[in-house]
């Protein structure tokens, strides 16, 4: 899926610390989670009434964006798990990281009870 990284010599104003790069990548998940939420009352104003302003159109538009930006994220943190390895993987403490995570088939799957999420479905709702 990934290219295999060549690991060299970086220069330092084309470097950026782990650190610095995961606060980054928190920063824009933050920023799409704002947004989902704002098309998420969009739905539901939707639901409840059953109609929909062109505004509110303009706000479900978002969503073409949002999965960009989450692709983005994951194309990211997957360059970085091909380059851990070769330049030293560190270890994290599973329970700190998911100190926040309330989902548990996330909690399951970074924890390795589980291998992959597959289809989940959470009933049938016809929105449109």
Do not use: W
Not at 47 to 53: D, F, H, N, P, Q
Not at 82 to 91: C, H, K, S, Y
Not at 95 to 104: D, G
């Amino acid at each position: 899926m990934y290219n295999r990284v060549k690991v060299e010599s970086v220069d330092q104003d084309e470097a950026i610390s782990c650190s610095l790069l995961m606060q980054r990548l928190v920063d824009v998940l933050d920023d799409v989670r704002r947004r989902l939420t704002d098309v998420q009352k969009v739905v539901c104003d939707y639901v409840e009434t059953g109609e929909l302003a062109s505004s509110q159109m303009e706000r479900l538009q978002n969503l073409d964006t949002l999965t960009q930006e989450v692709e983005a994220v994951r194309s990211v943190l997957g360059q970085i798990a091909l380059i851990a390895p070769e330049v030293g993987d560190p270890l994290y403490g599973i329970e700190n990281a998911l100190s926040e995570v309330k989902l548990t088939h996330i909690r399951d799957l970074i924890s390795h009870k589980k291998t992959c999420l597959g289809d989940k479905k959470a009933g049938d709702f016809t929105l449109f």
